[in-house]
């Protein structure tokens, strides 16, 4: 194999890491929203590779479920709150 030349084994499965643009599509968003979430801390920062900005498939998940857990904590039932009752 020569240097230039990119490995392709033919099997099926899914990246480690992702440059901006394929990691904003893995959550389907927008590139420019993601690198806001980024901005923000919401989703992770990326490590640098040879120049090259990478995001870790796993801390992507990891954050995600941060979020989907951080909206059942915030969501509002409006019957809950006119009854003064919490659903926990």
């Known amino acids: 194999m020569m240097a230039h030349e990119k490995l392709?084994?033919?099997l099926a499965y899914p990246p480690r890491t992702f440059r901006a643009d394929r990691?904003?599509?893995?959550l389907s968003m927008a590139t420019s929203t993601f690198l806001k979430l980024?901005?923000?801390g919401i989703m992770p920062k990326g490590i640098k590779v040879h120049g090259m900005?990478?995001?870790d498939r796993l801390e992507l998940d990891a954050a995600l479920e941060n979020l989907k857990e951080r909206e059942r904590d915030h969501r509002h039932n409006p019957i809950e709150a006119h009854y003064g009752v919490n659903g926990d």
């Open 23 to 26: 990691a904003a599509a893995y």
């Open 53 to 55: 900005t990478m995001w």
């Open 8 to 10: 392709q084994d033919h």
């Open 38 to 40: 980024v901005e923000e």
